[in-house]
């Protein structure tokens, strides 16, 4: 079984500041974990992913994440916010067995204020 | 461009009428997925096909049916629509567990 949590539905920051969107999963196997952003009336849009190997993984548009198992964590993070960052963050969490489906958190809305 | 095709774009439909999502993709990925998305919840799996031939149930498969009668294809139908099953769909594929979800556009559906 594995289930993600994404603290903060919707998160604010003025453009410039750092962007942190925190996720912790549950796994029973050692997870794949996964972000995507979705734009408005958009469909959703890999940002990144972890699979093995490097525990900070880059992603496009200046986003990383770090995958901490001891914490079962994996936050997005940017260190300078635009305003096209404005969008929609899922986390996402998939075990690496045969069939294990992603499992999704239920979002965190960004909004960046000028 | 590769990618996935979900058909029609928005909806609006009656309840108690039948309705069958179309999703196609072109880069012969062997899964496939539909989720709906609703605000609050973030997507949850109604269905899913490991492999043409082959499909599974997810976590809210009730009023739904899917078909995956070869690689490219995997529709989505209600066999008679219901107001909570106002959504917005996305279908989605993969050609292995590393590799994450390609999504489509999505299907956004009102049943009135």
């Known amino acids: 079984a594995q289930s993600v949590t994404q603290l903060g539905s919707h998160v604010s920051v003025s453009e410039g500041a750092l962007v942190l969107l925190r996720c912790n999963y549950s796994?029973?196997?050692?997870?794949?974990l996964f972000w995507y952003v979705q734009y408005p009336n958009q469909g959703l849009q890999l940002l990144l992913k972890?699979?093995?190997?490097?525990?900070l993984v880059k992603g496009i548009n200046g986003f990383e994440a770090e995958f901490k198992k001891s914490e079962t964590s994996f936050h997005l993070t940017k260190p300078s916010a635009h305003m096209s960052d404005a969008a929609e963050y899922f986390c996402?969490?998939?075990?690496?067995?045969?069939?294990?489906?992603?499992?999704f958190g239920g979002g965190t809305r960004l909004m960046v204020k000028p | 461009i590769a990618g996935i095709t979900q058909a029609p774009t928005s909806q609006i439909l009656a309840a108690g009428r039948r309705m069958t999502l179309r999703c196609t993709q072109d880069?012969?990925?062997?899964?496939m997925y539909w989720y709906r998305q609703d605000l609050g919840l973030g997507l949850r799996l109604i269905h899913y096909s490991n492999t043409a031939g082959t499909t599974g149930k997810g976590e809210v498969p009730d009023g739904y049916s899917v078909s995956r009668a070869n690689t490219d294809d995997f529709p989505l139908t209600l066999a008679s629509a219901v107001p909570s099953q106002t959504s917005v769909y996305f279908c989605?594929?993969?050609?292995?567990?590393?590799?994450?979800?390609?999504f489509g556009s999505g299907t956004r559906l009102t049943v009135v």
């Open positions: 989605a594929s993969s050609s292995g567990s590393g590799t994450g979800y390609t």
């Open positions: 880069m012969r990925h062997n899964a």
């Open positions: 796994s029973s196997v050692p997870p794949y």
């Open positions: 972890y699979t093995t190997g490097a525990t």
């Open positions: 996402a969490v998939r075990g690496n067995n045969a069939g294990n489906m992603l499992t």
